[in-house]
C-alpha cells in the first residue's frame, strides 16, 4: 500500500524505497516535504520503459465500433493530464514503445497521433450514431454511452488519473463507472480471464527491442482452450500484425527490425484497441548520503550496481 510506504518513511522507520515503492504523485509530495523540512532523503526521477495504458475490451459491442475508439482518444487532454497530476515529468505516451527504446517512432508519416481534439471527439461519436440524450449522456437505439473503467486499488495515482478521465469523457456525453478491484484479483482473475467490461488500466514494461507478441497476437488472447496464457487483453486479432511479429523473430539486420517494428506501431495507432496514457518515469527516495546510487531506467534492479553504492 502506497499510502502505508509513505508514512513509514516520514517517520524515518525506513531507510529507502525503489522504484516499485511510491506512486508518482506520492514522490512529487515527498520530494517536495523533504526539501522544505530538511528530512535526509533524496527523491529520484528517471524516464523508464513502463508504459501506462487503457487497455480496451474489444467483445464490448461499443468498442468494436472504430471511430469510438478514436473519439474516446481524441476527447482526452493527455498533456494536462501530465501537467496537473505529474509537473511534466512524465510525458504523454504515443503507443506501446517507449522514447527510450531505439524502436520509437513519433513520425506522423508512419504513425497516427491523437492531440486532444474535443471538435473531433464530438463529430465522431455523432457519426457514430450516440446522440446527447436529456440526462446529458449519449444514447443510441436507446443505450447507453456508458462504459466500466477498472485499475488496482489502492494506488493513489491511478485513482486520480481515472477520476481526471472520468470529467474528460463525461463532458462528451460518455459515463465512466468506476470499479477497481486489488490487484492480485484484478491480474490474476479480470484481465487474465478477460472479465472487464470494457476498460482496464494498467501498465506494461518490456525490454529495449523486444517483440510485443505475448499482449498483440491472435494466439495470445486469454481463453479457456489455451489455459488462459495468453496477455492480449484487448481480444485483437490482425493476420497481418501476426506476420509482422513473426517477422521481427527471424530477421537479423537491425534497420530492418526496426522498420517492422514500426509498421507494428503503425497497426496499433491506426486501429487504436489500446488507449496509451503517458510513459512513466522510475522514482525512488533514497538517504542523502548514499553516494553512487542511479535509477537504470529499464528491466534490470537498481541492486544490480550496488557496487557502485557508498553511504557515507
Not at 525512488?284 to 553511504?311: C, Q, R, T, Y
Request: charged share 25%.
Amino acid at each position: 500500500n502506497t499510502a502505508t510506504l509513505d508514512a513509514n518513511l516520514q517517520s524515518q522507520t525506513i531507510d529507502m524505497i525503489s522504484s516499485l515503492g511510491l506512486s508518482f504523485d506520492q514522490a512529487l509530495s515527498f520530494d517536495k516535504k523533504a526539501k522544505i523540512e530538511k528530512l535526509p532523503y533524496k527523491t529520484l526521477f528517471k524516464p523508464s520503459l513502463v508504459y501506462e495504458h487503457i487497455d480496451l475490451n474489444l467483445d464490448n459491442p461499443i468498442l468494436k465500433d472504430k471511430k469510438v475508439r478514436k473519439a474516446l482518444l481524441y476527447g482526452l487532454n493527455r498533456e494536462e493530464l501530465v501537467q496537473a497530476l505529474f509537473e511534466g515529468k512524465q510525458t504523454v505516451a504515443l503507443h506501446h514503445v517507449a522514447p527510450i527504446d531505439p524502436w520509437f517512432t513519433k513520425n506522423p508519416n508512419i504513425i497516427t497521433l491523437y492531440p486532444y481534439n474535443r471538435r473531433m471527439a464530438n463529430r465522431l461519436l455523432d457519426e457514430a450514431g450516440w446522440v446527447m440524450g436529456k440526462a446529458g449522456i449519449r444514447e443510441k437505439n436507446g443505450q447507453k454511452l456508458s462504459f466500466t473503467l477498472m485499475t488496482t486499488a489502492g494506488n493513489k495515482t491511478r485513482e486520480m488519473v481515472q477520476t481526471f478521465i472520468q470529467e474528460q469523457w463525461k463532458s462528451l456525453g460518455i459515463e465512466i463507472i468506476i470499479k477497481n478491484e486489488p490487484a492480485r484479483v484484478l491480474f490474476s482473475e479480470t484481465t487474465k480471464k478477460r472479465q472487464f467490461g470494457a476498460m482496464v488500466m494498467f501498465a506494461w514494461v518490456s525490454a529495449p527491442e523486444n517483440n510485443p507478441r505475448s499482449n498483440l497476437s491472435c494466439a495470445s488472447i486469454p481463453t479457456e482452450k489455451n489455459s488462459w496464457s495468453g496477455q492480449n487483453f484487448t481480444g485483437y486479432c490482425n493476420p497481418e500484425l501476426d506476420k509482422l511479429l513473426d517477422q521481427l523473430d527471424i530477421e537479423f539486420d537491425p534497420n530492418k527490425r526496426k522498420q517492422i517494428a514500426q509498421k507494428i506501431q503503425q497497426i496499433y495507432t491506426e486501429e487504436i484497441f489500446v488507449l496509451p496514457l503517458y510513459y512513466r518515469a522510475d522514482v525512488s527516495v533514497i538517504p542523502a548520503n548514499l553516494k553512487g546510487f542511479e535509477l537504470p531506467g529499464h528491466m534490470f534492479a537498481e541492486s544490480n550496481f550496488v557496487e557502485d553504492w557508498d553511504l557515507q
